[in-house]
């Protein structure tokens, strides 16, 4: 407002005042023949076209942002093609909700925040154009764990929302990624974007910290002629337009200065300056404004992940050893007992909601679990850095058909910090087994055999300081912000409290069988 724009709000198809109907992910139409077809992209052109046409004192330049669900419609907004349209910031916005986002994370129903989201008030219908948000029961008031425990499958759940969440039931209905999957995925409407476009987004992002990272990447791919940048922080999901600077997040501190004041006002603002009113130096911003954590400072890039980052890999080894050095053992593995009866929780301790700071908590509440296997390097001579994504892959054995992989990649502070022995979480994520080949053809287990089990977990971008130790923890649960995997290859969203069984599991880490981490290290 201070640099006159004029600011224009606009509502989704069948929310709040807009009329028609509202589809969840309404998927994107690349060839528009007909003019009965619509999508997000046809609906953003219409309306850019209104306004430049209709709304007195506009220079013809029109920018975008929307953060989360409202950065997919940037997104479609940017695919629209309109030529008025001179710059977009998608920040953290919806783009894969069976890959990342929300609601899955390869594979997994990610089963708090869907039942949350989804079956909340966003999930719920709007007859009529209205300004009240859709009411929804409250369902879990004090502690989420023992909720989800007791609810026991996913199917109790579906049972509970019943027939008015119709995007809830349209995903049970589609367990595998297939054609409606992929319908639904933004990326696909990368081609040839002609606006500038920002994409913005947190390393600590609890709802969201695959899609700024995923549009990005695909944005590069697929429009390489496009201006894209990319801007980073230690942000929880929208985390860059917080009032209080956006530099803490539980108990770790990023620093004593303003974080969003730094975003707002030598990244955001010169970037919508310089394309839409042709002032100021914008036009010259890194490709890529990146904060890394452990050392607490920005740094800037022609493009992410940086050119001169260079693989390197993290070996799982015996006696809970992590190191660069490749094992030798000639048959070497560590196990565990994952019974669904028990699952292993994702924060400490339990409330009635999600705490956005598990994306930085403190795991030492796990490590001591007899179901989770931790493995540490030996105290850093020197700082280490990371930056972009990391590659898990475990060979695995298990005793029965299926099983999730949760891996976590750790900071273990030394005793002669603020917080003696804190293993601070830097990412984790996880993996459902069944489709650790195809994540459209699930295929079982054969129990007792070894096999590959591979993914790759959103980008990072932190210093391990000196004296610090690198620690990656193994499970197979993480409840309940992921599903229980009952174990065995049955269809999850529809299976019976008796079909979960426990299951024993070996993770090799010899010379024939080398579990790892592979990263992207900065020298």
Not at 35 to 60: C, H, K, M
Not at 63 to 75: D, E, Q, T, V
Not at 81 to 95: C, I
């Amino acid at each position: 407002m201070e640099e006159g724009y004029i600011l224009v709000f606009q509502d989704v198809r069948g929310r709040y005042m807009s009329e028609g109907e509202y589809v969840n992910l309404r998927p994107f139409i690349a060839d528009k023949h007909s003019p009965e077809q619509i999508d997000e992209a046809s609906d953003a052109y219409d309306t850019i076209d209104f306004l430049v046409r209709e709304v007195a004192g506009n220079n013809g330049r029109v920018g975008i942002y929307g953060n989360s669900y409202p950065g997919f419609y940037a997104l479609m907004a940017a695919a629209s093609g309109h030529p008025a349209l001179k710059a977009a910031s998608p920040q953290a916005p919806v783009t894969d909700w069976f890959m990342g986002d929300d609601t899955h994370h390869n594979g997994v129903l990610f089963l708090r925040d869907a039942f949350s989201f989804i079956g909340g008030s966003f999930g719920r219908p709007m007859d009529n154009p209205t300004t009240e948000a859709a009411a929804a029961p409250r369902y879990v008031r004090t502690d989420e764990y023992d909720f989800f425990l007791r609810k026991a499958t996913v199917d109790s759940l579906t049972q509970l929302l019943g027939d008015t969440v119709r995007f809830w039931n349209e995903m049970m209905r589609h367990p595998d990624y297939d054609d409606w999957w992929r319908e639904r995925c933004s990326v696909r409407a990368m081609h040839d974007l002609r606006p500038a476009i920002l994409v913005v987004g947190g390393l600590f992002d609890a709802e969201d910290c695959y899609g700024a990272w995923t549009t990005y990447a695909s944005i590069r791919r697929q429009s390489p002629r496009t201006s894209c940048r990319m801007v980073a922080g230690p942000w929880v999901h929208g985390g860059w337009r917080s009032s209080n600077g956006g530099n803490r997040l539980g108990k770790i501190r990023f620093g004593d200065a303003s974080l969003t004041d730094y975003y707002q006002q030598r990244i955001e603002v010169p970037f919508f300056n310089y394309y839409l009113l042709g002032k100021g130096d914008g036009g010259e911003l890194a490709g890529a404004t990146i904060f890394f954590t452990g050392e607490n400072r920005w740094r800037t890039f022609e493009e992410w992940p940086p050119a001169d980052a260079r693989k390197e890999v993290l070996f799982l080894r015996s006696n809970g050893a992590l190191s660069a050095e490749r094992p030798i053992e000639r048959e070497s593995f560590s196990g565990y007992r994952s019974d669904p009866a028990s699952p292993v929780p994702y924060d400490f301790p339990m409330r009635a909601s999600r705490d956005k700071a598990y994306m930085v908590a403190d795991q030492r509440f796990a490590a001591g679990r007899p179901d989770v296997l931790c493995f540490t390097t030996e105290p850093l001579a020197g700082d280490v850095t990371f930056a972009g994504g990391i590659r898990a892959v475990l060979q695995a054995a298990i005793s029965t058909t299926d099983a999730d992989f949760v891996v976590k990649l750790i900071d273990v502070w030394p005793d002669n910090t603020e917080y003696p022995g804190y293993q601070m979480l830097v990412r984790g994520d996880i993996m459902r087994g069944r489709y650790r080949r195809s994540f459209s053809a699930p295929e079982p287990f054969t129990p007792g055999e070894p096999t590959e089990v591979a993914f790759t977990m959103p980008d990072i971008a932190h210093t391990f300081r000196k004296g610090h130790r690198i620690m990656v923890q193994v499970q197979s649960s993480w409840f309940p912000l992921a599903d229980r995997n009952p174990q065995q290859f049955v269809d999850i969203y529809r299976c019976a409290a008796s079909d979960f069984i426990p299951c024993d599991v070996r993770i090799y880490h010899d010379r024939r069988r080398p579990s790892r981490l592979e990263v992207l290290r900065l020298r």
